[in-house]
């Protein structure tokens, strides 16, 4: 951990957003990770794309698990709601909140031992559910708080510190996100932020479950030769396909750009995707095909980054339940007991 | 662009803002840190090794180190309500010397060598020679002082007021010189330079200043003579308590520090309607914005855009002065003239009439035919780096070599024109100047712990406290500025930002986690391709816009892009480092001295 705090002092040129708030505003804590952890910088993406977003730091909530990763929100968006829940069980708590007042941005934070392992069985859910969020995975393959064992998400084969090779298949989360039915799925890395800001800002614009596998090395116990999650193993294999180059609101179309070098997906409330393409075709809009690429990746060995799946039109979990406009945690008392007519009516429709 | 070579003792001096701008190169950080941790006698020596008359400059100087403090680039001016400020870097210094232990600085003071046979004649008594006198004398060197005034100090003592800087101070730090052994001094006028030369001298300084104060050329001037005073000159007697008292209303005509010293001694002297009248703008005045500030804050108002036209007088008395208002006009290549501005012509009546609208060298007594070559401005022909006149064993320094500038760089010429001599009389060529004394350490203790207080504060600069005005205007001995106390001596100290303790980059180590970028609260650093300067600037975290800053350039990474830190706003906080899971960075203390004749011959 780091003994000051961060200064108060900052560049000349920071400026305000839209919101009247600078970057630093939506920082948090000093770390207390391990210095180098690919989570700080995951950290410092996610206060760079809400600074960007102009979103309100009163209007998102950070819910977490248990482990280093959800350790993290500690370290950023200080000023917005919080909720360091219980291991494996953010997705619940963050449902019930989702529930209570849809108006706020959701966003969980978990990791590979937190999500693919304990919490395994809530995250099919929540992703099936489909609740409007930006839940990103901080992965690096091992359990660092307790001294760096293989996690779920490590690759088969992949060698620990101490120089013993992991004999189990890894879990796939992105695969498994959309095969559970998120509408929005990407991975990317955390020592490239080019490719992870613009991915985590579309995440949190999107109308649905969007989840985000970054891959995060884990400096004290799993960046040697041998690992697959190492900082020069995941640039040596990262695939890149695309790189979100900006969105655009349906007014403000103004760029031009050369045929080809762009993918655009137009979403349903009329927002354009402007995707650079950084190697072949990739049509991040049909969900067969993207299973098909991320398991083809993963045979090859590949590390295949950028957004894999997007549903332009997706839908959540009010849209489901066809709940009323205004968040529940907005209605009065007269809405909620409505009086002994309201129950009559119900009772007498029922009979 | 090419990867600082940070082996360049240049590279990380220039880093040391305050240190690169003082024209002797004081260690700055150092010698305030060491404020801080009450070490006031450690202070005081790096000051002394370096400039010499630390008590006096902790008063008086010109303080081109603070206008480039990085504090002033970095301070919030939200938390500083708009005015970014530097630190008190020369109050600062002025701490060290009211604090230090006597005892203790006498013990420290190096004592003359064995006399190596060599002699050598300072003309001038001022800060330029009594520099060499202690460069050289330490050396074994036997220096002789020639001064008009009966006491060692020149322009130090005659024309800096006691309100700002008390005699006993210059008594000391002349005193701490003269301390040394084989200095003499003779209290005698030099008339001949050919006389000097003839006594046989190995070598010859001229530190004789810039002594003469410039005259006001209009009508009137002779018939009210008796009520006016050429600045220099009355300050002087007025330090050797020959003049005691000044009329009621006074004008002083010029806007540099001698007008503002002569408006200041006039309000103590019996002037209760003093003003300044310049001829300029307020904010080209050639004074120091403090000294200004001083001025105004004694009710002396400062009136501009002024030019004298005629001295008005009656019966051979002085009744005041009439000033023509005019305007700046700036032509195609921004120069500037003052055109009349076509308003009425303005009487300012008054008593006495003070002119300080400039000095300048004059050397009537250096014979034409003594071999000392002087070019067309009357300033002695000059060897920029040795200071070397055309005669080969006579060097100038300080006001006398290139015209009017101030005590500091008197002390920094005193320095070089000494290596020069010493070199010249060991037969080593004084072209070639010695290279600094480096020394470059780690300041990591722990994991996390550093040798010193990396937390940078965010506390405005505080106020030297000031003698109250009434007090101060009645008495013209009483010092005005009472110095900061340690207290607030530590408070200020706190606001240093250490630039002296220099971010040194590993590449090799490097494993690119992006730790420090996200880190830094400056946003100084950035992993990305390289490129040209330029265009290098646009595209960093943040944009790199003081081009007077260097960028610092590290290669050897894995992905063969390069590490790029603007130097311009870094707080030296050592984040990067104590956040590098590697070590690629550290935290590397820069303690650059620069070296004297004492070592001038060592190998470079």
């Not at chain 1, 992105?174 to 991975?187: C, E, K, N, P, Q």
């Not at chain 2, 070579?5 to 150092?30: G, L, R, S």
């Not at chain 2, 330029?128 to 020149?154: F, H, M, W």
Request: charged share 25%.
């Amino acid at each position: 951990m780091t003994y000051i705090a961060k200064p108060r002092l900052h560049h000349p040129s920071l400026v305000k957003n839209k919101a009247g708030y600078t970057r630093r505003d939506y920082e948090g804590a000093v770390s207390t990770l391990c210095a180098g952890c690919g989570h700080d910088s995951i950290s410092a993406a996610i206060i760079q794309a809400s600074y960007e977003l102009d979103v309100l730091p009163h209007q998102i909530a950070k819910l977490s698990g248990i482990g280093c990763s959800s350790k993290a929100p500690t370290y950023f968006l200080g000023a917005s709601h919080g909720f360091n829940t219980v291991h494996g069980r953010m997705p619940s708590v963050m449902t019930g909140a989702n529930l209570a007042n849809k108006n706020l941005v959701y966003m969980g934070v978990s990791g590979d031992g937190d999500s693919a392992s304990i919490g395994l069985g809530q995250f099919a859910h929540i992703m099936r559910r489909g609740i409007n969020m930006t839940y990103i995975v901080m992965n690096n393959g091992v359990y660092g708080l307790t001294k760096g064992q293989f996690s779920a998400t490590a690759d088969k084969g992949s060698i620990s510190k101490k120089g013993v090779a992991n004999s189990d298949e890894p879990i796939d989360l992105v695969s498994l996100a959309i095969l559970m039915g998120a509408t929005f799925v990407g991975r990317s890395f955390s020592g490239d932020k080019h490719q992870l800001v613009p991915l985590i800002k579309a995440a949190m614009a999107h109308k649905g479950a969007a989840f985000l596998d970054v891959i995060s090395p884990c400096v004290a116990f799993n960046n040697h030769p041998g690992s697959t999650k190492s900082y020069d193993y995941v640039r040596e294999h990262n695939e890149a396909l695309n790189r979100i180059d900006f969105i655009e609101s349906r007014e403000e179309i103004t760029a031009s750009y050369d045929p080809g070098t762009l993918t655009t997906v137009r979403q349903h409330d009329g927002s354009l995707l402007r995707l650079r393409k950084l190697g072949e075709d990739y049509d991040p809009s049909d969900k067969v095909a993207a299973m098909k690429r991320v398991q083809e990746g993963m045979q090859e060995g590949e590390v295949v980054t950028g957004l894999l799946y997007v549903d332009p039109s997706p839908k959540d979990l009010h849209h489901h339940l066809n709940t009323v406009d205004a968040a529940l945690n907005t209605l009065g008392d007269a809405e909620l007991c409505p009086g002994p007519e309201a129950l009559d009516r119900i009772n007498a429709s029922l009979r | 662009m090419k990867p600082t070579d940070i082996a360049n003792p240049d590279y990380f001096h220039k880093v040391v803002d305050c240190q690169w701008a003082c024209p002797a190169h004081t260690p700055v950080p150092e010698y305030i840190r060491l404020i801080a941790h009450g070490r006031y006698s450690d202070a005081y020596m790096i000051n002394w090794k370096s400039n010499v008359f630390p008590g006096i400059l902790g008063r008086t100087c010109d303080r081109p180190c603070e206008p480039a403090c990085r504090r002033s680039r970095v301070e919030d001016e939200n938390l500083v309500k708009g005015k970014k400020e530097p630190v008190a870097i020369c109050r600062l210094k002025r701490v060290a010397a009211d604090y230090k232990d006597d005892d203790d600085i006498n013990t420290k003071m190096p004592k003359a060598a064995a006399k190596n046979g060599k002699r050598v004649a300072c003309i001038g008594g001022g800060p330029a020679s009594l520099t060499v006198a202690r460069d050289l004398a330490v050396i074994g060197y036997e220096i002789v002082i020639y001064d008009q005034d009966p006491k060692l100090g020149g322009f130090i003592r005659t024309q800096i007021p006691h309100f700002r800087l008390p005699e006993s101070v210059i008594d000391e730090e002349v005193g701490y010189i003269i301390g040394i052994g084989n200095i003499e001094f003779r209290h005698q006028r030099v008339d001949s330079m050919k006389a000097v030369l003839a006594e046989g001298y190995d070598a010859v300084f001229v530190g004789s200043g810039a002594p003469r104060g410039r005259d006001l050329d209009v009508p009137g001037r002779k018939e009210a003579a008796a009520n006016i005073h050429i600045g220099l000159d009355w300050l002087s007697s007025v330090s050797f308590g020959h003049i005691t008292k000044v009329g009621r209303r006074v004008i002083v005509l010029g806007g540099g520090n001698t007008a503002m010293d002569c408006c200041r001694t006039a309000r103590r002297l019996g002037g209760e309607d003093v003003k300044v009248i310049v001829r300029s703008g307020f904010e080209e005045m050639k004074a120091s914005p403090w000294e200004k500030e001083d001025a105004m804050g004694e009710d002396i108002p400062i009136l501009n855009m002024l030019v004298p036209k005629e001295v008005t007088h009656k019966n051979g008395k002085i009744t005041g002065v009439t000033f023509e208002k005019v305007k700046a006009e700036y032509d195609a290549k921004g120069r500037r003239t003052l055109v009349p501005s076509g308003e009425p012509d303005q009487h300012h009546e008054c008593d006495d009439v003070l002119v300080a609208i400039g000095q300048e060298n004059a050397f009537p007594w250096i014979e034409k035919d003594s071999g000392i070559e002087f070019d067309k401005w009357g300033l002695p022909k000059l060897n920029e780096k040795t200071f070397g006149s055309s005669h080969p064993k006579v060097f100038f320094g300080g006001d006398a070599a290139f015209g009017p500038k101030n005590i500091i760089w008197a002390a920094a010429h005193g320095h070089d024109a000494a290596i020069s001599i010493h070199k010249m009389l060991i037969g080593e060529n004084p072209e070639q100047r010695p290279a600094p004394g480096v020394n470059v350490a780690s300041q990591k203790m722990g994991i996390h712990e550093w040798s010193y207080d990396n937390a940078p504060t965010i506390d405005h600069r505080f106020k030297v406290p000031h003698r109250a005005k009434k007090e101060a205007l009645k008495d013209i001995m009483a010092e005005v500025e009472l110095g900061f106390d340690p207290a607030l001596a530590v408070k200020e100290a706190q606001r240093c930002l250490n630039c002296d303790v220099q971010t040194v980059f590993t590449g090799k180590l490097c494993i690119e986690c992006d730790a420090c970028v996200d880190i830094c609260p400056m946003d100084c650093i950035t992993f990305t391709d390289n490129g040209e300067e330029k265009e290098l600037r646009t595209r960093l975290v943040a944009p790199a816009m003081n081009p007077t800053q260097d960028l610092y350039i590290g290669n050897d990474l894995k992905t063969g892009r390069v590490m790029v830190k603007d130097e311009d706003v870094c707080l030296h906080c050592g984040l990067c480092a104590e956040r590098c899971p590697t070590g690629a960075w550290d935290m590397r203390k820069y303690y650059m001295e620069m070296t004297q004749a004492e070592h001038a011959c060592r190998k470079q």
